[in-house]
């Protein structure tokens, strides 16, 4: 699709590229150093331990999320007799989604220190 200056528009298109070409370059490096001979069994342990507790946080995030999202909607459905707003304002409790939405944040934070630490210690970034 054209922009305003009539070009087409491949901006965001070039940065997803470029972000799974990277993406793709990490794992590759990450599973090099897993497979080298060098790397110690206790090192391989520690790296299988952190990936099998993010899967883990990552799913109880998502899954609560799922949940909460599923029960809200069924509460508003309900309330929606007294108009879309009065039933937003009763059926949606904002301080868990606040919670929600600082977990999501603190995740995306853990989450970049510890590709950080990882592409630091397989020498992927100095």
Do not use: C, N
């Not at 809200?72 to 459905?77: F, G, H, I, K």
């Amino acid at each position: 699709m054209p922009d305003r200056t009539g070009r087409a528009h491949t901006g965001s298109v070039r940065r997803h590229s470029r972000d799974s070409a990277e993406s793709e370059q990490r794992q590759q490096r990450f599973l090099a150093y897993l497979a080298d001979a060098r790397t110690s069994d206790g090192e391989k342990v520690v790296i299988t331990l952190v990936l099998l507790g993010h899967a883990g946080v990552y799913l109880l995030l998502a899954a609560t999320e799922v949940t909460w999202a599923a029960v809200t909607a069924a509460r508003v459905l309900r309330r929606r007799h007294d108009g879309l707003p009065a039933a937003l304002r009763t059926g949606v409790h904002m301080p868990t989604a606040a919670v929600f939405l600082a977990a999501d944040l603190g995740y995306v934070v853990l989450r970049r220190a510890a590709l950080a630490r990882l592409d630091q210690r397989i020498g992927l970034r100095p």
